[in-house]
């Protein structure tokens, strides 16, 4: 009876502990699955699942399990919406993406019935970067595998949507002469059209694949870049894994190796990430008391936004009060006034992303570039 007993707690206690590790390896994603919309396409036709990211396409195959569907649009969201209020923190960027029909395709395999039906079907100038269901790694902390969710989904954001917005900053193209193509022939020792063989010894970005041109090989910068500074490569023995390819893996030894990528990727006029996504995306929006003048966001009309010099305030009813709030929570700006229009001096903010107070009852995020 004794043993039995004993036999019993042990099963109760492995039971536990296996819930725990599942449980708090689930991630938390606000994105429903949708069936694919383009299923009469030839290029579509294989996939079965369907979520739509900012007007971005996550098409899966019906391999791929909904948990990593989810994973896939999750990094994808918080990606562009970093601060993770709902509204995507660059608009300029999320345009470039839409204009181009930007999607993600998500295959089961490599080989499998949708991955061969898109590429021999899909016309378009939108895919970047695809996603196979065996590279995608849902529970965090990564320890000895990489979440390759992570790279694909900022490869189509940065060379889609960056470099279009962008371009004298983040152009690509081989002679655009970009600041990140010239930071990047600083890091590889040279302006290298072709794999040099050796690199350079002073060369710390050293990427060999000899299919990788050099548009190619600035995508894979940028991505070596931010995810050094934003701390996603550091972690167990990554760095000596990637070392081959990239060697200032932490955020201290990117900052201090690679001074030109490390200013152009924190500059906030960009409104770049500043923190890792974690698979886990469900914005919470914050809750207004009921305004006694019935002011909410679609009596107002704030124009133009993004904004540089003067931002311009419409409503229906009386404004009273104007406070701007910057995204570390503080107030940077602050008026008393009265009347339903409004010219506002917004010259003295810094480029970024801020939220607009109307009233104490309404808000809008405010972007000045």
């Not at 502990?17 to 689930?26: D, F, K, N, P, R």
């Not at 060369?203 to 934003?230: I, K, N």
């Amino acid at each position: 009876l004794i043993n039995l007993m004993i036999n019993k707690y042990i099963y109760l206690v492995f039971i536990l502990l296996i819930y725990s590790v599942i449980a708090e390896g689930q991630n938390t994603v606000c994105f429903d699955i949708e069936p694919n919309p383009n299923s009469s396409d030839p290029a579509f036709s294989e996939f079965t699942k369907y979520i739509n990211v900012f007007g971005i396409g996550i098409y899966a195959e019906d391999g791929v399990s909904n948990e990593k569907v989810k994973h896939v649009a999750a990094i994808f969201a918080e990606w562009l919406d970093n601060n993770e209020d709902s509204i995507v923190d660059n608009s300029l960027v999320l345009n470039e993406l839409l204009s181009r029909g930007a999607l993600m395709p998500v295959f089961e395999d490599e080989g499998s019935p949708a991955e061969i039906s898109f590429f021999e079907n899909y016309n378009g100038d939108g895919v970047s970067a695809v996603c196979y269901e065996f590279e995608i790694i849902t529970y965090r902390p990564l320890v000895n595998e990489f979440d390759a969710t992570i790279e694909e989904n900022l490869h189509t954001i940065s060379s889609l949507g960056y470099a279009n917005a962008y371009p004298s900053a983040f152009s690509e193209e081989e002679n655009s002469n970009s600041l990140l193509t010239l930071a990047m022939d600083l890091a590889r020792g040279g302006h290298f059209t072709s794999i040099p063989n050796p690199y350079p010894p002073e060369a710390w970005y050293h990427y060999d694949d000899y299919t990788c041109d050099y548009e190619c090989m600035a995508t894979e910068y940028f991505y070596w870049g931010l995810t050094s500074m934003l701390g996603i490569q550091d972690y167990g023995n990554r760095c000596a894994y990637i070392s081959n390819e990239w060697e200032p893996c932490t955020a201290n030894q990117f900052q201090v190796t690679d001074t030109s990528l490390y200013d152009l990727l924190s500059n906030p006029m960009y409104m770049l990430p500043t923190s890792a996504p974690d698979g886990n995306y469900c914005p919470i929006t914050s809750t207004i008391e009921e305004p006694k003048s019935n002011l909410n966001t679609g009596d107002i009309k704030i124009y133009p936004n993004p904004g540089e010099d003067i931002l311009n305030i419409e409503s229906e009813y009386e404004i009273n009060h104007i406070q701007i709030i910057d995204s570390n929570g503080n107030s940077v700006k602050e008026v008393s006034v009265n009347g339903v229009l409004l010219s506002l001096d917004i010259t003295s903010l810094k480029t970024g992303s801020y939220i607009l107070h109307i009233n104490g009852e309404a808000s809008e995020k405010l972007i000045i570039r």
